[in-house]
């Protein structure tokens, strides 16, 4: 598996508005954009978000939630787009597994088996871009290490962050939802951090049982389940509210020891 040790973040952009500064980055050939605060202290908690599958790091819903958690908590907001989504090419094997999707879409057939051979096979290529991309980010004056990070991702950002956030003990409490827990559940029981969890009551694609079988396997103390009436893509708005209160509680109390 490629490896991307030791290399700088690379600012391609930069564009601000309303007290939020957006920059756009390179990492290598991981195209990202980081959302930071135009004005606060030297240094803040980040939150690294990935984004859901078919989407890319510039998605409306990154760019809100971001926006809100810059703007409502003052943090750094990161995200990359992960692989064969958003600037980055997709391989053979990515077609065939969207092609594989389309056609059980269209013949009303089980989604879920495809999406999480699909996603389990995009962790193991981004995990280790994203752990790279993490290191890079701290090196940033405005970030640091030692500092609080935070995880936020639902789809399949849940499939590539569980792992990620599993075996990096820099995170320091994680929002995950919207997933199935054939290929997480195992990893899911490695991670102890505070937990925020989103769920769907009536997925059509997620059973009821599975997406409570993943909050389930969180070994975390501290959990919250976060269950809604409606589909897979009518997660209410609010959550994403519930999500910044979230971070704040744990990412804030956190800086304020280390200081």
């Known amino acids: 598996m490629r490896q991307h040790p030791m290399q700088s973040i690379k600012f391609t952009a930069q564009a601000s508005a309303d007290g939020v500064i957006e920059r756009d980055f390179t990492l290598g050939e991981i195209p990202g954009v980081l959302w930071s605060p135009a004005s606060g202290p030297e240094r803040a908690p980040l939150v690294f978000m990935g984004h859901g599958g078919g989407t890319h790091k510039k998605w ?17 907001v990161a995200v990359v787009d992960a692989p064969g989504h958003g600037d980055r090419p997709r391989t053979a094997y990515d077609e065939q597994e969207i092609a594989a999707l389309y056609r059980a879409r269209e013949a009303g057939e089980p989604e879920g088996p495809i999406v999480v051979r699909y996603n389990a096979q995009l962790a193991e290529r981004a995990v280790p871009e994203w752990r790279a991309t993490l290191d890079a980010l701290q090196e940033l004056p405005g970030i640091g290490t030692g500092g609080p ?18 075996d990096d003990p820099r995170f320091t409490a994680a929002v995950f939802g ?7 559940a195992e990893t899911a029981r490695r ?6 969890y989103a769920m769907q009551w009536d997925d059509e694609h997620i059973p009821r049982a599975s997406a409570l079988a993943l909050f389930d396997a969180f070994a975390s103390k501290e959990k919250t389940l976060h269950a809604n009436s409606g589909r897979h893509k009518e997660l209410p ?9 979230f971070f704040a509680r744990h990412l804030r109390a956190t800086a304020v020891q280390e200081v």
């Open 237 to 245: 708005r609010f959550e994403s509210d519930s999500a910044v209160r």
């Open 149 to 166: 990070v935070g995880f936020f991702g639902l789809n399949m950002a849940t499939a590539i962050g569980v792992p990620f956030v599993a």
């Open 60 to 76: 409306p819903a990154m760019t809100g939630r971001a926006r809100r958690l810059v703007t409502g908590c003052g943090f750094h």
């Open 191 to 196: 991670i102890t951090i505070p937990v925020e």
């Open 178 to 184: 919207l997933h199935w827990p054939d290929a997480l």
